[in-house]
T-cell receptor, first 114, second 112 residues
Framework: AQTVTQSQPEMSVQEAETVTLSCTYD???????LFWYKQPPSRQMILVIR??????QNATENRFSVNFQKAAKSFSLKISDSQLGDAAMYFC???????????FGKGTRLHILP | DAGVIQSPRHEVTEMGQEVTLRCKPI?????LFWYRQTMMRGLELLIY????????DSGMPEDRFSAKMPNASFSTLKIQPSEPRDSAVYFC??????????FGPGTRLTVT
């Protein structure tokens, strides 16, 4: 069965600094998608970034980038120039290509220190 | 696009009452998902539909929970009778099936 593990329940970073959130997953599939979702205090789940497993190039969205290590089954999220609005719960998620379901990790709560 | 629409945003009810949560997916999306989020259990998938057909309801806690999708633009999640342990935030999400899911704003349910 596929699993997604986020080993850091909480993290803090100084405003304007860079922070990396860790995620590992377990799968026997070769074709799948990985996602990072953000859930701010408003509760809205917002897609931050998506990575296709067949792509070797790491996905980037403005200040957000990932380090995708397929062999190691690792998918970390780097947030550069952290802003107060980045404070949220971040969920790592996995979906195999032939499935609709997304499997979510338990989340990492990120605090931004002014 | 208006995004996924859920109603009500907040629901407070007494134990034993029936609760109905509603969801309108994004137009054109053919998969719809119902999740429950609590502090203790995190984000749990309850059920999902593809082309209005329930595909996997293994996450539905018990017979008190039921979900329907009578057409491509509407789904309901019903709890009857409700219990205090059902208090949670319930999310609806939709997707085109092979892409990421887009979430609604959630319904915060409190059962007293």
């Amino acid at each position: 069965a596929q699993t997604v593990t986020q080993s850091q329940p909480e993290m803090s970073v100084q405003e304007a600094e860079t922070v990396t959130l860790s995620c590992t997953y377990d799968t026997s599939e070769s074709d799948y998608y990985l996602f990072w979702y953000k859930q701010p205090p408003s509760r809205q789940m917002i897609l931050v970034i998506r990575q296709e497993a067949y792509k070797q190039q790491n996905a980037t969205e403005n200040r957000f980038s990932v380090n995708f290590q397929k062999a190691a089954k690792s998918f970390s999220l780097k947030i550069s120039d952290s802003q107060l609005g980045d404070a949220a719960m971040y969920f790592c998620a996995y979906r195999r290509n032939r499935d609709d379901k997304i499997i979510f990790g338990k989340g990492t709560r990120l605090h931004i220190l002014p | 696009d208006a995004g996924v629409i859920q109603s009500p945003r907040h629901e407070v009810t007494e134990m034993g009452q029936e609760v109905t949560l509603r969801c309108k997916p994004i137009s054109g999306h053919n998969s719809l998902f119902w999740y429950r989020q609590t502090m203790m259990r995190g984000l749990e998938l309850l059920i999902y539909f593809n082309n209005n057909v329930p595909i996997d309801d293994s996450g539905m806690p018990e017979d008190r929970f039921s979900a329907k999708m009578p057409n491509a633009s509407f789904s309901t999640l019903k709890i009857q009778p409700s219990e205090p342990r059902d208090s949670a935030v319930y999310f609806c999400a939709s997707s085109t099936g092979l892409q990421e899911q887009y979430f609604g704003p959630g319904t915060r349910l409190t059962v007293t």
